[in-house]
């Protein structure tokens, strides 16, 4: 069972940055990495993934403004998420995908002036 614990939530003012950080405990190996949220009364969506190669894909919401990296030595995906805006408010879930798909608990991020 991959444990996956998330970091790096709370509340910004609108055009404020913030970075996510989730860190997977696992004896198997990790594949694809990624963020989904999900906003209240929306179904989750993609937000972004990385290969273990460094290949990655952005929801078209978030892309230019959300970086998506990770330390494959630490099993650890990083999200820097810049020019926040009132609508990526949201819990953020971390998911890593080994022979199955595993979830993050989600961190709060509340964009708000």
């Known amino acids: 069972q991959v444990q996956l614990v998330e970091s790096g939530g709370g509340l910004v003012q609108p055009g404020g940055s913030l970075r996510l950080s989730c860190a997977a405990s696992?004896?198997?190996?990790?594949?694809?990495m990624g963020w989904y949220r999900q906003a209240p009364g929306k179904q989750r969506e993609l937000v972004a993934t990385i290969t273990p190669g460094g290949i990655t894909n952005y929801g078209d919401s978030v892309k230019g403004r959300f970086t998506i990296s990770r330390d494959n030595g630490k099993n650890t995906v990083y999200l820097q998420m810049n020019s926040l805006k009132p609508e990526d408010t949201a819990v953020y879930f971390c998911?890593?995908?080994?022979?199955?798909?595993?979830w993050g608990q989600g961190t709060q991020v509340t964009v708000s002036s």
């Open positions: 998911n890593a995908v080994t022979s199955v798909s595993n």
């Open positions: 696992s004896i198997r190996s990790i594949y694809t």
